[in-house]
């Protein structure tokens, strides 16, 4: 008896067609890139801020809407994934005083869930791309856009959670191994004491002022932040406030720490 045998047979492509793929697989490739050029030239994309380019529907979902971001606002927006968890824990809230309000990242989510957001910030150029920002999200009559220092315009406010994003002097935070508070600008987010001629100088930090306003404050602070001295700012006020550490996290990667002091689930 023949027994039967199974054969197969493998095609190798010719030479003259891994030629051809080759090419194909090439002019792909410069078509693909010849579309990225395109479309950061018309993002005005510096070649400081390419690496954020590439993470623009992580930083807004609806970029393609029509999104405008500055070069400070490339790399300094939150993320939408934190920006929308940080504000779902106020969902409900009724002012929020989102303090630096960059391009609008987290003035927006606080928006679509709140009740009213007010947003401050120093840079008018940023302001007119955050208010254009929230048009794309439909949350513009939500919030009340502020063009000034934080420090001179908090007397004047009043709300029931303040957000705090300072700026943490441009991506060169990373090379930090402990960012400690008083490295936050434009001012130090710790209490300072100066002494002179055997006198204190009470300097009043960021942290201060925000709690002249309320005591629930949200920092959003570098991933290499000293957490023990954030959380110091906790037991040094009077009384000392309930506080809750986040990691804030982007496809796995450590993005930001988020400092809940006070009321951390308040719905008004
Ligand atoms: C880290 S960014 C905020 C980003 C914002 N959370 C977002 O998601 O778009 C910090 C912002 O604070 C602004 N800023 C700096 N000093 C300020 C001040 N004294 N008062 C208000 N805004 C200030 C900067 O212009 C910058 O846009």
């Known amino acids: ?70 070069e400070e606002g490339w790399f300094s927006v939150t993320p939408e994934e934190i920006a929308s968890s940080q504000a779902r824990r106020f969902a409900g809230a009724g002012v929020v005083i989102d303090a630096f309000s960059g391009v609008g990242g987290n003035a927006i989510q606080f928006a679509k869930v709140c009740h009213h957001v007010v947003a401050v910030e120093i840079d008018p150029k940023k302001v007119a791309l955050a208010s254009h920002n929230a048009k794309i999200y439909g949350v513009q009559d939500k919030i009340d856009f502020v063009v000034g220092d934080f420090f001179q315009v908090a007397p004047f406010l009043k709300g029931d959670v303040v957000f705090l994003s300072p700026p943490w002097g441009g991506p060169s935070y990373k090379a930090k191994e402990n960012f400690t508070l008083d490295l936050l600008k434009p001012k130090d987010g710790y209490a300072m004491m100066i002494v002179v001629f055997d006198q204190f100088l009470h300097v009043h930090s960021l942290f201060q002022v925000a709690q002249a306003i309320t005591p629930n404050i949200v920092m959003f602070l570098p991933r290499n932040v000293d957490v023990l001295q954030a959380s110091e700012l906790s037991w040094l006020s009077s009384p000392p406030l309930d506080i809750e550490v986040e990691e804030n996290l982007v496809h796995g990667r450590l993005k930001g720490i988020t400092v809940y002091f006070g009321d951390s689930k308040l719905c008004l």
């Open 1 to 70: 008896m023949v027994a039967a045998r199974a054969s197969s047979v493998v095609l190798q492509p010719t030479r003259k067609q891994r030629k051809l793929l080759k090419r194909k697989a090439k002019v792909r490739e410069k078509r693909k890139s010849m579309k990225e050029k395109k479309l950061k030239e018309k993002s005005n994309v510096t070649p400081l801020v390419t690496k954020y380019w590439f993470q623009r529907y992580d930083l807004f979902s609806k970029y393609d809407v029509g999104i405008k971001l500055d």
